[in-house]
């Protein structure tokens, strides 16, 4: 066997192949409909019971931070999210600190909304977007109805039953950010950096390893991270949902990534170790 | 000129950090103020990208002939019905506006993304490589992780994901606490640089 | 396969921008383009018409009020960003960028330190020793956080002992760029399965 042939063969893959089984990772475990069942996290857990300190009309703010491109991510963790608080019978008030991911976050509470028969301005509203993150977290605390004088429909915040005495943090209950960005930061920077404002986040995967150190010193009570954080998420208010399903594919599409590493660095030993036989 | 601006700078930067330290209404008020105009400047700083952009592409749209004409076309068609149907009907979901953002935008900001799967799946396997002690413990950290994170890693490496939360909990915090330490450090120097006139738009001469 | 518009005109879309890994055309090009307009446009809507309008109308409603008045100076400054975006550079283009840059720094200084510095060092700072795991790993974070700010300390060249601690804080930056990097792998593919999922479920009903 001509191993040199080979193992040139081997380095030299077109990366559409790669590309192909990247696909085929995704989309097989998919079409195989395999429910996974994941062991939640202290972190996940946490988070889970600073929801579970919610009562009967309390109100939490949701601030979400994320665009299209990492709904597939924050979505599962909004939809369980809006879900816990509705059956708890607390209440909502929604903010976008993304421009582009205004309409997404609107819709998905709407469906939830819908669902357990919540109306809007009494048991949640939207407040839209705002520009300077710093800015909105600080100005949310004294002057809510300064920043927004309209929510995101063109209502008058002060007409509406849930935001008419909404005076700042110390109307909130509990603060949730679900975020795939720097806003999380600013948020404990700003929001508990300043007010000492009970605080949960969903992060994406992406920066979820970087705020670790943020939930040990109690800034964040509880976090979700990425695919995994929304499937621990859902066992646990057992909804099943779009995470937990979409975890056999995740699980699969990483241990293809191991083989590419491994297989890759398999090669280029073999590589260097085949030159040195050749000298 | 310049003067101006750094008493502007001076005056603002104070004002900004004594109503830390002021819980008198006057130091509210301040504070309510400064925070309108800070959302108003970045508001202000936004359209001015949109306009550049806009401009940028109608400039293109000039220069070019032939087919490379229709993607500054492309744009321009993009931001304006956006900004028309925003203009002239409702936002919400249902809308003309809603509808633009859900079939287009939304999959196209979606998927665009999700490209990045198949680009890091092939950066893995061609330089993702043992070439140094630095790159090999990166190498090691990143594997034990992708194997820990997911459940079917524990079933082919039994308890990998105890070894993947300890360097997540452990060696992980440390680094990124040395980091955040540093940023916060860092950015103190740098928000008093920028208020003392040393740094930032006080210190630009003549541009 | 599904032919509501509300599916299908996604799924062309999707299909469109996924063409660029056969390799580069001008379907991918063409939306690209046609996203960067639509992506400016719906950001452009939402500061000005939900953003800048309600505020501007309610100060314009009161005009002698002192509030409404400090609030026309942001604009004009704001104004003047915009026309130095279309070639005519004014000075309250540069009256605008120090105003949010000194507001922004003089809210940002007494917090970084509260926030980032002192909560962190305050968690580093807890009972180690090697007696018990808790104490252990309190005495390895707090290793990886001495380590980690030697290797950024810049002052003097590392030498001996700093340079034994630069290069053990350069290892720790690896093991968390490690980490990190399978985290971002971990959030990208959940990406690509929501696409694949729209396409399989919604699309094709593949799947339920």
New interface residues.
Partial sequence: MDYPAVVASITKIDRRFIYLLVGLAVAIPLLLAHQAEVEPTEESMAFHAGVSTLGEGDVVLLSTDYHAGSASELNPMVRAFATDVFRRGARLVVLSLNAQGTGLVEAEINKIAAEYDRTYGVDWVFLGFRPSTPAVILALSASPHSLFPQDFRGNELAELPLTAHLNGYRDFSLICVISSGATAQDWVIYGHGRFQCPMVAGLSGGIGPAFQSFVDTHQIAGVLVGLRGAAEYEQMLELPGEALRALFAQSLTHMLFVALIVIGNISLLATRWIENAMR | ?DRR?RI??????????VQ??VPHASG?WV?????????????????????????H?VLQFGASGG?AR???L??????????FS??LGP???RSL??????????????????????Y???A???S???SS???T???????????G?????EK?VPNI?LFS?????????????????????A??A???R??LGIQ???SWKGR | MSTDPSILIPAVVTLAVFSILYRENPVFRAVERLGVGLAAGYAFILIVRTGLIPRLSKALGAPFDPSSVLLLLPLAAGIGLVMSAVGHRTQLARFAVAGAAAIGAGLALPLLMQALVLSQMKASMVPMGLSSVVGFNALVIAICVLTTMAYFSFTREPTGIRALFAISGLYTLMIAFGATFASLAMSRITLLIGRFLFLLRDVFHLVQ
């Fill in positions: 000129m601006i502007v700078v001076l005056v603002l930067g104070i004002l900004a950090v830390f330290f509210r504070h309510q103020k400064l925070l309108d105009w800070l959302v108003i400047l970045e508001s202000g700083a936004l359209v001015a990208g949109i306009v550049a952009l806009a401009r592409e087919r229709i993607y500054p492309l744009t321009l068609v993009g931001l304006g019905a956006m900004i925003g203009i936002i919400n979901e506006f809603g509808s633009l953002y859900a079939w287009l935008l939304q999959p196209i900001q979606a998927t665009m993304l999700s490209l990045l799967v198949f890091m799946a092939s893995a396997f061609r993702f490589r043992l002690a630095p790159a413990i990166l190498l090691a950290a990143a594997l034990i992780v992708l194997l994170r997911v459940p079917l890693g082919i994901s939360t300890w360097i997540i909990r452990v060696p992980n915090v440390g680094a990124t606490r040395g980091l955040w330490i540093g940023i916060g450090l950015g103190s740098t928000a008093l920028v208020i930032g738009p006080a």
